[in-house]
């Protein structure tokens, strides 16, 4: 028993060192973070309806200008809230009924307070002008920021992306997530010659004055705030639709006016199998009135609402590489499949607070097999998922601390889409699972959610308690163990977990019979697997992410 005294002692160290590290990133947390997540009273007060963000570009000077209307319900009396936008663009004024009010800043977070108080229940209204020097994405879509570029011809190509940083890192609005905006008026003007691409349908072009050009996107979905998107350059345009569950999906695509032609037949491999197998998984597309749309990007990709960003280079893979290293990750654009299936996880269904990005992360990673398994079966599916995990660090928790704007570890990248593999091994019953995943879009279609939103619906569907797996491999780095131990000749099991009352049913068979599904917690029990000996006991792990170790 010596290596299993060994192994608790050193989950125990990890443990303490895990507690202490947390406690340490507790307090490295700022004013300024707990102002940017956390959904203070000033934010609570109320509620947004509808955005008509209307925003100049002057790209030669990298400047924007221009004004957002915010439309709200008050959800209780109040006479000051707070709106955000990043402190190196001006607010040049706030206006409430045709007068200026004031407002005051402190670090991102803007605090307007109006004449006389604003009743609950009433619908009302603000606008918010502003301009300045947007911050400069250097690596997007990973920091940050607008970017300033030009094609391959030298014609200016400009996008947005700001997940994890912040809309209000260019426009003005209340930016948590847990508060989408019902629907929204996008307008951009940009330079005559150029185009600009955002969310939902394009509703009007003018011609300004100014030589500039301004394009109106209505959005009439629900809208997190970082998949508002600018997108500007010399674009071109072609349509298409699919038939899909809900009937007739538009379906439009935006490129570099050289890349048309490649374009169209590289889009053509995989855009409507993709539909196809998430429909089938996961329910309906769930912006048929906004329509689906790609749109060519200098940056990789985002999984911008109904304007999916696209920066592959026309590669199947990730920019050329298997992520999986199984060769099924070559067979397909990973940007088209992975951004898109964002449209389901972290668009359709979105957490309310970035510390539980996991739920966008790791469904939409999932998602990767899904297609595979769709395209070339189950097993392939299951093999592409497999092969992810020497992506995986175990160096932290996949669900973040909450209420300071701070994701988890990037491994709920990988890791996130075993586990849920994992939970379809356990389920063993791949018609309930497909219900489960298509379950969370009709029953949380077009919101906000909580962890405790998804793993209670999991385990409610599944009919099984599956409540500390997930506490095990989502809060926790380590992964639990699997201990046999011989004693006297008959097999003994239980985990070692970090999480109180771990439990997890696990595949084990009799080398070269069929596995059988056995219940283990984290009590040293008899196996309950007839003729089972140390020498001829083998582990589904393959399926089951997890560490055995045998005495």
Not at 112 to 126: L, Q, V, Y
Not at 196 to 208: A, E, H, I, P, Y
Not at 386 to 412: A, C, F, L
Request: proline share 4%.
């Amino acid at each position: 028993m010596r290596k299993t005294l060994l192994l608790l002692a050193a989950c125990s160290t990890m443990i303490s060192t895990a507690s202490a590290q947390l406690m340490k990133k507790k307090n490295d947390f700022t004013r300024a973070d707990t102002l940017r997540g956390m959904l203070t009273p000033l934010r609570m007060c109320y509620d947004i309806n509808y955005y008509h963000l209307d925003v100049k570009f002057n790209i030669e000077q990298k400047f924007i200008s221009g004004n957002n209307l915010f439309k709200f319900t008050a959800t209780e009396d109040f006479t000051k809230l707070q709106f955000d936008l990043y402190d190196n663009l001006k607010v040049e004024k706030v206006t409430y009924k045709g007068k200026e009010v004031p407002f005051t800043r402190e670090f991102n977070a803007v605090f307007a307070t109006f004449p006389k108080a604003i009743k609950k229940g009433s619908k009302d209204e603000f606008t918010v002008y502003y301009s300045g020097n947007p911050t400069i994405a250097k690596n997007a879509p990973w920091d940050g920021g607008v970017v300033f570029t030009a094609d391959s011809l030298g014609k200016p190509w400009v996008a947005t992306a700001c997940q994890g940083a912040g809309a209000s890192i260019w426009w003005p609005n209340k930016d948590h997530q847990a508060d989408e905006v019902d629907s929204m008026l996008i307008s951009i003007s940009v330079p005559k010659g150029l185009k600009d691409v955002s969310n939902g349908r394009l509703r009007k072009v003018t011609q300004l004055k100014d030589g500039y050009t301004r394009f109106d996107w209505i959005v009439k979905n629900p809208i997190n705030n970082y998949d508002v998107a600018a997108n500007i350059g010399d674009y071109a345009n072609w349509t298409d639709s699919y038939a899909g569950e809900k009937g007739k999906l538009d379906l439009s695509f935006w490129v570099l006016s050289y890349n048309l032609a490649k374009a169209k037949v590289h889009f053509a491999e995989d855009v409507k199998p993709m539909l196809k197998a998430f429909e089938h998984w996961f329910g309906p597309y769930p912006f048929y009135e906004d329509s689906y749309k790609l749109v060519e990007t200098p940056h990789l990709g985002m999984e911008h609402q109904s304007a999916v960003a696209y920066g592959n280079k026309y590669k199947k893979g990730y920019l050329g590489m298997d992520m999986s290293g199984t060769g099924y990750g070559t067979k397909w654009d990973y940007i088209i499949v992975h951004e898109s299936g964002h449209e389901w996880f972290g668009n359709n269904i979105t957490s309310k607070d970035i510390a539980d990005m996991w739920i966008h992360e790791s469904f939409t990673t999932y998602s990767e097999g899904i297609y595979t398994e769709s395209r070339w079966g189950k097993q392939a599916g299951q093999e592409y998922i497999h092969g992810q995990r020497t992506g995986i660090s175990n160096g932290g928790p996949i669900v973040g601390p909450y209420d300071v704007n701070k994701e988890g570890s990037g491994d709920m990248y990988p890791k996130g889409a075993n586990v849920l593999n994992m939970v379809r091994t356990i389920i063993n019953d791949d018609e309930k699972w497909r219900g489960i995943l298509r379950g969370l879009g009709k029953t949380f279609y077009h919101k906000t959610v909580t962890y405790d939103d998804v793993t209670k619906y999991i385990s409610e569907q599944a009919g099984i308690d599956l409540s500390t797996v997930f506490e095990q491999y989502l809060k926790h780095s380590t992964l639990p163990v699997l201990e046999l131990v011989d004693v006297r000749g008959k097999v003994y099991a239980r985990w070692i977990a970090e999480t109180p009352r771990f439990a997890m049913p696990v595949r084990i068979r009799i080398k070269g019979g069929e596995y059988k599904v056995v219940n283990v917690n984290r009590g040293l029990s008899p196996l309950a697997l007839d003729g089972a000996t140390k020498d001829n006991v083998e582990v589904d792990t393959f399926n089951y992410y997890i560490g055995v170790l045998q005495e």
